[in-house]
């Protein structure tokens, strides 16, 4: 049974920070693409981050770049997101999701990821 189990979510103030993790079980970890995304209310989830299986490549969509981290730690099955200088717009409910191998190619494709996590609320106040 595939689990993706996410935590670090919660409230912080604008310019805040916060750790999301995702520990993976029921799968080889080593060899899925892991990325994140996010969805609010009525809105399709956009892609943050993906990290590829072999952890030599990465991929930040613009909401991302120079404020998220992804990374990885194969040995305790788990993804991270770290996010610095959080905003009110970035209050959201955070989602990872495993992709088997491949390329980045289509990182931003919801519909291209195996599994997802339960999602996690981040909450950013003003």
């Known amino acids: 049974q595939v689990q993706l189990v996410q935590s670090g979510g919660g409230l912080v103030q604008a310019g805040g920070s916060l750790r999301l993790s995702c520990q993976v079980s029921g799968l080889l970890f080593s060899r899925y693409n892991m990325g994140w995304f996010r969805q609010t209310s009525g809105k399709e989830r956009e892609a943050l981050a993906t990290?590829?299986?072999?952890?030599?490549?990465?991929v930040y969509s613009n909401i991302a770049k120079g404020r998220f981290t992804i990374s990885r730690d194969n040995v305790v099955n788990t993804v991270y997101l770290q996010m610095h200088n959080l905003q009110p717009q970035d209050t959201a409910t955070y989602f990872c999701?495993?992709?088997?191998?491949?390329?980045?190619?289509?990182?931003?494709?919801?519909?291209?990821?195996?599994?997802w996590g339960q999602g996690t609320q981040v909450t950013v106040s003003s």
């Open positions: 990290e590829r299986w072999g952890g030599r490549d990465t």
């Open positions: 999701a495993a992709k088997w191998d491949g390329t980045l190619a289509r990182y931003n494709d919801q519909h291209d990821y195996d599994y």
